[in-house]
Nanobody, 115 residues
Framework: VQLVESGGGLVQPGGSLRLSCVAS????????MSWYRQAPGKERELVAT????????YYADAVKGRFTISRNNGKNTVALQMNSLKPEDTAVYYC?????????WGQGTQVTVSS
C-alpha cells in the first residue's frame, strides 16, 4: 500500500496550492479519503474528507470556503485545492485512506504560508 503526496511548498498569505495524493496497493474506490494536517507542537487534525464515490464532502470549520477536496477513482488520486491561504495553514499535510477502521497514511508534504 502506498499513498504519495505532492504539491506542498512555500506560498505567501492569500496564495494558493494544490496538493495531490496518488494511491496504490488497495481498492481506492472503496475507501473514504481525507487530508489531515499537523502543525508544529499541535495534534494532527482532520482538514477534509470525501466519501468513496465522491458524493459527499466534509470540511473543518477553519478551511470551509477556502479548500476543496476532490478525487478521481479512475486515476486513484485525491486532491486538495487550497485557496486564500493563511499563516495558520502552515503544517505537514497527510493523505489518509479509511474503510471500516482500516487506515493508510502517506508520508506527508510540507505547506508553509509566509511572507
Amino acid at each position: 500500500v502506498q499513498l504519495v503526496e505532492s504539491g506542498g511548498g512555500l506560498v505567501q498569505p492569500g496564495g494558493s496550492l494544490r496538493l495531490s495524493c496518488v494511491a496504490s496497493g488497495f481498492t481506492f474506490s472503496t475507501y473514504h479519503m481525507s487530508w489531515y494536517r499537523q502543525a508544529p507542537g499541535k495534534e494532527r487534525e482532520l482538514v477534509a474528507t470525501i466519501t468513496s464515490a465522491g458524493t459527499t464532502t466534509y470540511y473543518a470549520d477553519a478551511v470551509k470556503g477556502r479548500f476543496t477536496i476532490s478525487r478521481n477513482n479512475g486515476k486513484n488520486t485525491v486532491a486538495l485545492q487550497m485557496n486564500s491561504l493563511k499563516p495558520e495553514d502552515t503544517a505537514v499535510y497527510y493523505c489518509n485512506a479509511n474503510r471500516g477502521g482500516r487506515n493508510y497514511w502517506g508520508q506527508g508534504t510540507q505547506v508553509t504560508v509566509s511572507s
